[in-house]
Each structure stands twice: as structure tokens, then as C-alpha cells.
């Protein structure tokens, strides 16, 4: 019996022992960034890297979720195993064993652990959503831009420029894509993406954001973005948005800020100043959110 309740007391301090490590893996989640490539790499899970401090507070509150659930489910499945190993009916043993009706110690510790993990995720939940949706500070530059079926419009709110996407075929060839609408920003610069939609829901993605918000007729949804590397990715609509859907597709170029404004200057050159009229739009855009259209980001 003295050995009975010590392999239970033990039982119990490595399940707490666990329990309370994955629950720390967790609230340390936000921290498994580091400078190692390969390793970050290795713990995306499938994850971009991403390129804007939002996309990387998200991808690595995704990585500390999964690595805390791996951890939880091998010791789960590890305590089902033990079970059926050092529990069966031995042969030629007929003798019930030891019955139990309750174990206050236990069934407190699988009520308090899993409230106190859930509670942590719902933490860090809501603290990367909120930085990374949060639209409070003023933004460098402003960008609507418009979804309509299968291409895009961009109107560069605080340069008083615009550029018209037109439906790129898509041949197979690498030529092809040079067809795609850009869209530039610069890099190192608070952009805010005002999003609507001309005809039927879209939705605004750059997979190395991380994010992405639907864009709905009559409506304007922000989010802003501040990119951290130079570089060329490619966007697209990630609502089923009618037949060609798949071919809806546009290229973000982030650049330096002597990129941008000699690319906006060249807008500017060809003629398309001014932004993009709603008067093309399906449906009329709400007084309120036309309002929202006019805010401008400051170059200062």
C-alpha cells in the first residue's frame, strides 16, 4: 500500500510538474523569436515568417499554441499507454483492484490546470489581435484599396494618386505575372489600408502579413501594416469571388521611401491624379464610411 500511494504521489507531481511547464511554454509564447534561421524556419508550422512586426506576433503566438498542444497531447496519450501497460489484468490474477470513488487532488488539479491554460490563451488572444488589427495610430500613408471582379484598384489616398488594375491572364508563363496590378508602400512606414469593394465581397491578402480582411460592398475595413523588409510579394483575394477568382491576383512591392515617391511622381506624370470615383460601385458606399475615405496619412 506504501508503494501504492508513493507511485500515486508521484503521478500527480509529474502531471502538476507538466501541466505547469506547458502552461509556461505558452505564456511564453510571444518570446520563441530568435536570430537562428533554420530554427525559425523549423517552428513556423507552416507559417510565413512574416515581414511586419503584426505578421511575427502572430506567427509566433501560432508556434508557442502548437508546441504547448503537442506537449499536452504526447503526455495525455502517454498517461493512456502507461495505463494500458502497468494497468492490465495480469494472467492467473483474479483480484479486483483497488476501487475508488473520487481523488480530491487530482480532480483539482484537471479543473484548475485547463481553466488556467485557457484563460492564457485567451490572454495572448487578445493581446496579438489587438496589435495586430489595431488601427489607433496615425498612419504615414493611406492606400484604398478597391477589390472588383477579378482585379484591383489603388488609390493612393495621401499622394493624390491612383493606379486601375485591369484582369491579368494568367498563361503559366513567368512573363505573365508582370501583368499583375502593384501596389507600392514603403518600407519602415506605418501604411493604412482603407478596403472596399466595387461589385461582390473579396477579401485583401498578403500571405507574409499574416492577415487578412474582407472587403465588402457599401462598407470600408482598415488595417495597417509596417513592413520591416524590402521586397516583392504577392496578394490576392482570398473570398470566393466568382469564376476567376484564382486569377485575382496583384504584386505588393515594398520599397525604399526614393522608390515610392519617384513611382507616385510617375503616377502623377501619366495623369492618373485624383483617386478612383464609388460612382462605378454596385452598391453606394454608407455616409459614415465615405467619411473614413477622406482620412489622410501625414508624409512629415
Not at 506576433?57 to 508556434?63: G, K, L, N, P, S
Request: aromatic share 10%; with cysteine.
Amino acid at each position: 500500500m506504501v508503494e501504492q500511494r508513493d507511485g500515486r504521489r508521484r503521478t500527480r507531481r509529474a502531471t502538476l510538474a507538466v501541466a505547469l511547464g506547458s502552461l509556461g511554454l505558452l505564456l511564453s509564447g510571444c518570446s520563441l523569436h530568435t536570430d537562428n534561421k533554420w530554427w525559425n524556419q523549423t517552428i513556423n508550422f507552416g507559417f510565413p515568417t512574416g515581414v511586419t512586426p503584426e505578421g511575427v506576433a502572430i506567427r509566433e503566438f501560432w508556434t508557442g499554441t502548437v508546441i504547448t498542444s503537442l506537449i499536452v497531447g504526447f503526455f495525455v496519450w502517454g498517461l493512456i499507454f502507461w495505463s494500458m501497460a502497468f494497468h492490465r489484468k495480469k494472467k492467473g490474477d483474479d483480484t479486483l483492484p483497488e476501487q475508488l470513488q473520487y481523488n480530491i487532488p487530482l480532480e483539482i488539479l484537471y479543473t484548475i490546470v485547463p481553466i488556467l491554460a485557457l484563460a492564457a490563451l485567451f490572454f495572448w488572444n487578445n493581446k496579438v489581435a489587438a496589435t495586430a488589427m489595431g488601427t489607433e495610430t496615425e498612419p504615414d500613408n493611406v492606400v484604398n484599396v478597391v477589390g472588383k471582379q477579378w482585379s484591383w484598384d489603388f488609390n493612393y489616398t495621401s499622394e493624390n494618386v491612383h493606379e486601375a488594375g485591369t484582369q491579368a491572364q494568367l498563361t503559366g508563363r513567368p512573363t505573365a505575372e508582370q501583368q499583375l496590378p502593384e501596389l507600392w508602400i514603403p518600407v519602415n512606414e506605418r501604411t493604412e489600408f482603407q478596403l472596399t469593394a466595387r461589385d461582390v465581397n473579396h477579401s485583401f491578402w498578403v500571405p507574409e502579413f499574416l492577415k487578412k480582411l474582407d472587403m465588402i460592398p457599401g462598407r470600408v475595413n482598415t488595417f495597417q501594416v509596417t513592413p520591416t523588409e524590402e521586397g516583392e510579394f504577392i496578394g490576392k483575394c482570398a473570398e470566393l469571388c466568382g469564376s476567376y477568382h484564382a486569377q485575382m491576383l496583384f504584386r505588393l512591392k515594398v520599397v525604399s521611401r526614393e522608390e515610392f515617391d519617384a513611382h507616385m511622381k510617375d503616377l502623377e506624370k501619366r495623369g492618373q491624379t485624383g483617386t478612383l470615383g464609388n460612382d462605378v460601385n454596385r452598391e453606394p458606399i454608407a455616409p459614415a464610411d465615405r467619411d473614413e475615405l477622406t482620412t489622410t496619412g501625414s508624409n512629415e
